[in-house]
């Protein structure tokens, strides 16, 4: 893809960092923003998929980096922020998409290693990540850098709408949904805006046991307007809009790609 010079949406110069971005609605994002001119780097857990997205983005003319971190350990959340600007020069925007579902059957079978498990890497990776973001955004505008930062959550119907066996990953989804709305007042004055985007049902990794259930399906699809599942590629136009000039004044937002499910 080929843009004008004058086009807001020219990422060229640009680094971006996508968490869990080795697959689904993560490699959608990465995979619009490397289209755009952005040098991309990955995190994920998983070296075979990081590999499988590195082949991916490697059709767009840009410099990628493929990490390796479980972003629920702080020290790896720190060193890979490091690493990764390091090895790309600066870190532009930061999509916080990292996330893992829950595996009770019900709320009261719910452990405390599930509830757990979920909120190491649904809520403490997110601060982790978004923290070491905002350093690293704020040192360079204290340098003199106007370029300014944006950063991205990835939330979650489930922050608004019950769940009812995803109360864990609800509460994770609504305390990312505050904390950027705290990232967003705190951090405007170094020019750096903070938004969560909230999906609908996309086909991933993470939904595929759901769209397995011919029930589910008759049931979740009447209610789309759209008629369809979303897809990785809904999620390319709008990480490069939030990485752009374009949304210089968008921060405070919880933006929905879900089809009208929500709304319906």
């Known amino acids: 893809m080929?843009?004008?010079?004058s086009s807001p949406?020219?990422?060229?110069?640009r680094v971006a960092l996508v968490t869990g971005g080795n697959s689904g609605i993560g490699l959608g994002m990465a995979e619009g923003l490397a289209a755009h001119g952005a040098d991309v780097a990955i995190w994920g857990t998983n070296s075979e998929k990081n590999e499988r997205a590195i082949d991916v983005l490697s059709q767009y003319d840009v410099e990628l980096l493929s990490i390796i971190c479980d972003v629920?350990?702080?020290?790896?959340?720190v060193?890979?922020?490091?690493d990764t600007a390091d090895e790309l020069g600066r870190i532009d925007a930061v999509f916080v998409n990292a996330g893992v579902s829950g595996s009770s059957p019900s709320f009261l079978e719910m452990t405390s290693e599930d509830w757990r498990r979920v909120m190491s890497v649904n809520l403490d990776g997110a601060f982790y990540t978004a923290r070491e973001a905002a350093k690293h955004m704020v040192t360079r505008?204290?340098?003199g850098?106007?370029?300014?930062?944006?950063?991205?959550?990835?939330?979650?119907?489930?922050?608004?709408?019950?769940?009812?066996?995803g109360q864990a990953y609800g509460a994770t989804k609504a305390g990312v949904n505050a904390m950027m709305r705290g990232i967003a007042v705190a951090h405007a004055r170094h020019g750096i805006r903070c938004n969560s985007i909230l999906?609908?049902?996309?086909?991933?990794?993470?939904?595929?046991?759901?769209f397995g259930y011919d029930t589910f399906v008759?049931?979740?699809m009447p209610r789309i307007p759209t008629r369809r599942w979303g897809t990785k590629e809904d999620f390319a136009g709008i990480a490069t809009y939030l990485a752009s000039s374009a949304s210089t004044y968008h921060t405070g937002d919880i933006i929905r790609i879900d089809g009208g499910f929500h709304s319906f």
């Open 79 to 82: 060193q890979s922020m490091a």
């Open 72 to 77: 629920s350990d702080e020290e790896a959340v």
């Open 199 to 210: 999906p609908g049902w996309i086909e991933s990794d993470m939904t595929a046991p759901a």
């Open 2 to 5: 080929t843009l004008s010079g």
């Open 145 to 165: 850098d106007t370029a300014g930062g944006s950063i991205v959550f990835t939330s979650s119907g489930s922050s608004e709408f019950g769940a009812a066996s």
């Open 218 to 220: 008759q049931k979740v």
């Open 141 to 143: 505008h204290e340098e």
């Open 9 to 13: 949406f020219d990422l060229t110069g």
